[in-house]
């Protein structure tokens, strides 16, 4: 493979709260290559938005590096860190909250443009703002453009804020839970222009989601690392995680999903958790996290923390038990 593009190595984040020290992200080690799509998926809380801030370098960790092309962007010069910053960009969740509500659809993608001097005068900002409307699919452009954002639907807005995201030619996008707020007809069309951005601009994604679906559909030839209170439970090609999983904890997820089919829904099995609550950052299991919940738990995973094994073919487990768990399939063909 190549050398990576972005990596955590060793991340830890800890947040104080009272006498509570929290750790939202413990010992988490992860590469994003050029040009690839990454999943980072798992429940609300697990983590997966603080590591993404962590790649944007909005947040510094407790301990650990976060590496841009081989350099620590906490260790970087005034200039490399300048350079650096438009170079990974960000699309929230919540697209009506991060678009200017006063600002025009041309306002909003004419001011970079104008501020980085990308374009000179106002005939070159409306060429330019008509291509970026025009590559994702907000069409008509002119007649979009003196929209406000409240004018717009979820996945129009959403298209705006990735309009917005390219501007600066970014080498990744940290794309966090970008079609939770869309109406679920139109998710697939967001994650297009994603897929479009990434595979014309050569433009790598993390894409934060707890939706097992939306990550296989948009990071389907790429990876997927599986979250669980502050840990990386489980990496891999997400179609060998998807039809292979391994950790009890990926296997109860891709059983919970439900299938319209009444028939097909009948031969899914369901994997029995011992408990439905999920533990609290502040204060965390011992040895593994997810030893509460596991039916397949044993005395070493509440004494040992497991390491993440590589099973071959970048298939990585953090589980004492892999080798004799059962192996889990969705088995749905009728
Ligand atoms: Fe379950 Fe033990 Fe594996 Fe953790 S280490 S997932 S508790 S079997």
Redesign the pocket.
């Known amino acids: 493979m190549d050398e990576a593009l972005a990596e955590l190595k060793n991340v830890s984040m800890y947040f104080k709260k009272g006498n509570l020290k929290i750790g939202a992200v413990v010992d988490v080690s992860l590469k994003i290559y050029p040009g690839e799509i990454l999943s980072l998926v798992g429940e609300s809380g697990c983590g997966k938005t603080t590591v993404g801030k962590i790649f944007l370098g909005r947040l510094k960790p407790t301990s650990g590096e976060v590496l841009f092309e081989g350099k620590d962007i906490w260790r970087m010069s005034k200039k490399e860190y300048k350079e650096f910053r438009p170079l990974v960009q960000v699309v929230h969740q919540d697209s009506y909250a991060s678009l200017n509500p006063v600002r025009t659809v041309y306002q909003t993608l004419a001011a970079p443009l104008q501020f980085y001097k990308i374009t000179r005068t106002r005939e070159e900002t409306e060429k330019k703002v008509e291509e970026l409307l025009d590559m994702v699919g907000v069409i008509p452009p002119r007649y979009f453009m003196n929209k406000y954002p409240f004018h717009l639907s979820g996945g129009l807005r959403q298209r705006v804020s990735l309009a917005r995201a390219t501007i600066l030619k970014p080498k990744l996008i940290i794309a966090d839970e970008p079609v939770s707020g869309v109406d679920a007809s139109l998710r697939i069309s967001v994650l297009d222009v994603m897929r479009r951005l990434n595979k014309e601009l050569n433009i790598a994604f993390l894409y934060i989601t707890h939706d097992l679906a939306t990550a296989r559909y948009f990071s389907r030839e790429g990876r997927m690392a599986v979250m669980y209170v502050g840990k990386i439970?489980e990496t891999g090609g997400i179609n060998d995680l998807i039809e292979n999983p391994r950790?009890?904890?990926l296997q109860a997820l891709l059983s919970a999903i439900p299938v319209p089919d009444p028939k097909l829904a009948k031969k899914k099995r369901l994997l029995p958790l011992r408990s439905l609550d999920l533990p609290s950052a502040g204060h965390p299991p011992s040895?593994?996290?997810?030893?509460p919940?596991?039916?397949?738990?044993?005395e070493?995973?509440?004494r040992e923390v497991?390491e993440l094994k590589d099973l071959g073919n970048e298939h990585r487990v953090?589980?004492?038990?892999?080798e004799?768990?059962p192996k889990w399939a969705l088995e749905l063909e009728s």
């Open positions: 439970v950790h009890p904890y040895g593994c996290r997810f030893h919940r596991c039916p397949y738990a044993k070493i995973c509440e497991p953090a589980c004492h038990l892999v004799e768990i």
